[in-house]
């Protein structure tokens, strides 16, 4: 039996009104910090958004941000990176326009896990459930759980995703309820439930409790890019 779609986005008044009744200290700071609605039904290609992902590893947002201008360049159809354009640009048009060696064996193994029905396609993305789709994604090469949560949050908006690997959700959990320490992972699993079934939200949340706890400091008063943003 075919597994019944999973609609993009969440109620945000509904998760607003949770996360406010389950964690009063995450309340203070959510009313300080104002509404963090975002639009889930922009189209997209899994490949293209996952490439993009692999570009902007261990990179600043503007230097990867070049780099993919100059790789969309490539691309036969403009903008948009596909298994064909990665298939069809060399490996010393890619160095040129500034991907590293692995990145490019990332991007192969990204065109081949595709080609194989690995990487499903925008259809299939409904369909699939938050961990079947980390378990499909992890195969290739260059993409690690971080970057699938990333891809489900900001892409399709699934509801409750907790990426505990992540500094910035770990030190917003420390500001908002004063922790000694960052929160391990574990720590943070079992610490997130009580933000659950919204735990996306929550997360939304801690990274800008974390800019504005650090604002003052800032040197620069650019947020930092996420791949998927």
């Given at each position: 039996?075919?597994m019944?779609?999973?609609?993009?986005?969440?109620?945000?008044?509904?998760?607003?009104?949770?996360?406010?009744?389950?964690?009063?200290?995450?309340?203070?700071?959510?009313?300080?910090?104002?509404?963090?609605?975002?639009?889930f039904?922009?189209?997209?290609?899994?490949?293209?958004?996952?490439a993009?992902?692999?570009?902007?590893?261990?990179?600043?947002?503007?230097?990867?941000?070049?780099?993919v201008?100059?790789?969309?360049?490539?691309?036969?159809?403009?903008?948009?990176?596909?298994?064909?354009?990665?298939?069809?640009?060399?490996?010393?048009?890619?160095?040129?326009?500034?991907?590293?060696?692995n990145?490019?064996?990332?991007?192969?193994?990204?065109?081949?896990?595709?080609?194989?029905?690995?990487?499903?396609?925008?259809?299939?993305?409904?369909?699939m459930?938050?961990?079947?789709?980390?378990?499909?994604?992890?195969q290739?090469?260059?993409?690690g759980?971080?970057?699938?949560?990333?891809?489900?949050?900001?892409?399709?908006?699934?509801?409750?995703v907790?990426?505990?690997?992540?500094?910035?959700?770990?030190?917003?959990?420390q500001?908002?309820?004063?922790?000694?320490?960052?929160?391990?992972?574990?720590?943070?699993?079992?610490?997130?439930?009580?933000?659950?079934?919204?735990?996306?939200?929550?997360?939304?949340?801690?990274?800008?409790?974390?800019?504005?706890?650090?604002?003052?400091?800032?040197r620069?008063?650019?947020?930092?890019?996420?791949?998927q943003?």
């Amino acid at each position: 039996m075919a597994m019944t779609s999973i609609p993009r986005g969440f109620d945000h008044e509904l998760a607003l009104a949770h996360l406010r009744k389950r964690d009063k200290k995450l309340a203070a700071w959510m009313k300080k910090i104002g509404p963090l609605e975002r639009d889930f039904n922009a189209r997209f290609d899994p490949v293209d958004a996952l490439a993009r992902a692999i570009l902007y590893q261990q990179l600043s947002g503007k230097a990867a941000a070049k780099i993919v201008g100059r790789v969309e360049k490539l691309m036969p159809r403009g903008r948009k990176i596909t298994v064909a354009g990665i298939e069809g640009a060399s490996d010393e048009a890619l160095r040129a326009a500034g991907v590293s060696r692995n990145k490019i064996a990332a991007l192969r193994d990204l065109a081949a896990k595709a080609r194989a029905g690995i990487v499903p396609k925008p259809a299939q993305l409904a369909r699939m459930g938050d961990q079947e789709l980390i378990d499909h994604l992890i195969q290739v090469r260059g993409i690690g759980r971080w970057t699938v949560e990333m891809l489900l949050m900001f892409r399709l908006g699934r509801p409750d995703v907790l990426p505990v690997h992540d500094l910035g959700i770990r030190k917003g959990a420390q500001i908002v309820h004063r922790m000694k320490e960052m929160p391990k992972p574990l720590e943070l699993q079992e610490f997130g439930e009580i933000w659950a079934p919204y735990r996306t939200l929550a997360s939304f949340y801690l990274w800008k409790i974390v800019e504005a706890a650090n604002a003052p400091n800032k040197r620069s008063g650019e947020p930092v890019k996420r791949s998927q943003d």
